[in-house]
């Protein structure tokens, strides 16, 4: 999986970076997370709201800051299984997990 993060302002990048990588590192398949801020590139991919994440090549989100919650709830709605606390609820109240929504 490839998240793609586009923002000309790379402070706000940086935070972004940092929020979706903490999220991915709680799944269990490999996820490479990239930051793009070259004003060319954003105009070759067609990025007219910024930030842009990207996943895969499809947008999840523009023209606002997500938070690791919300990034962490995208991974759950492509079937990927997330390792980290609070990634199971259980249905029955004993054993049996499913994933969040």
Not at 5 to 31: G, Q, W, Y
Request: hydrophobic share 40%.
């Amino acid at each position: 999986m490839h998240i793609q993060i586009f923002d000309r302002d790379t402070t706000r990048l940086k935070a972004i970076l940092s929020t979706v990588s903490r999220a991915a590192e709680r799944i269990t398949t490999s996820i490479t997370v990239e930051g793009i801020s070259d004003s060319q590139t954003l105009t070759q991919a067609g990025i007219f709201s910024c930030p842009t994440i990207c996943i895969d090549g499809k947008v999840f989100a523009a023209g606002y800051i997500p938070s690791e919650t919300e990034a962490a709830r995208w991974f759950s709605r492509l079937g990927i299984a997330s390792t980290g606390p609070h990634a199971y609820t259980c249905i029955c109240g004993q054993c049996m997990p499913r994933f969040l929504p």
